[in-house]
């Protein structure tokens, strides 16, 4: 942030501790996409790629839980919804087939990018402990979104479509666990 804050903005603290909380709740949110990804494949040939990547968002969550108790901040009030939806959006896009499972993941990661990318330029040096972290978890998200590209997301029966509804929902789950 430049400049004085205006009235009603976010300290430093606040801004941080939202960053957290949000950042907890999509890799916990991501936990349970795979989840219902890997009830509904669990069998296919890409189990063992949604693993793969179920394993590392099971690694960040864990990395985020520890720093939300090191830091004091509560989780987002809206972890029973994600728990549901989460495992729900995964289910769904698997019994759709195995390419729309992974144009999820492109969905999802393409906006976890950009949110990231956020994240990074807002601490910049500022926090440097978080800083390393979400550039880390950036980096990992990335190559979600590629491997899934990889595997045929783009070939997915109604890819565009499919892609931008995941996409303004993970949007909109971003902005609501920032805030409750």
Known sequence: MTGKPLPGDFSHEERIARMIRV???GEYGAKRIYAGQ???????ASAPVLKEMAEQEEKHLERFSELM??????PTALM???HIAGYALGAATALMGE???MAC????????DGHYAKQEEELGQGDEPLSRMVKEFRADEKEHHDTALA?????SPFYGALTAAISLQTKLAIWLSTRF
């Open 23 to 25: 950042n907890h709740a």
């Open 151 to 155: 595997c045929g997301a783009a070939q």
């Open 105 to 112: 993941t492109v969905a999802v990661e393409s906006v976890i």
């Open 80 to 82: 029973p919804l994600w």
């Open 99 to 101: 390419k729309a499972a």
């Open 69 to 74: 108790v090191k830091r004091r901040v509560r």
């Open 38 to 44: 890997l009830a509904v494949l669990g069998k296919s």
